[in-house]
């Protein structure tokens, strides 16, 4: 059912399901369905991750927005990064 669809149409028939917003939609399709194209703007490890590297707080959403549809593989990628990067920071052994 989603496969078939566009990333976009897809999140708006996920979004479309009480409960799941625009951050649920976007990971679904990311990690779930594999859809680079998909980035989860308003994620807090990502946001954190683009501070650290901006040297100031940032938002992910409108960066992921100003680089364009073109870039949106690199995006996704940079997100699984700040995943991973988040994770690791969460553990830190006493």
Do not use: Y
């Amino acid at each position: 059912m989603l496969e078939q669809r566009s990333s976009a149409d897809a999140a708006l028939l996920l979004r479309s399901i009480k409960g799941i917003g625009p951050w649920t939609a976007a990971v679904i399709l990311l990690r779930g369905l594999g859809r680079l194209d998909t980035f989860p703007g308003n994620d807090s490890g990502v946001a954190a991750n683009l501070a650290l590297i901006a040297g100031e707080p940032a938002e992910a959403g409108p960066i992921a927005e100003a680089l364009g549809h073109s870039a949106a593989c690199c995006t996704s990628i940079c997100c699984w990064h700040g995943w991973k990067r988040a994770a690791r920071s969460a553990v830190r052994p006493t």
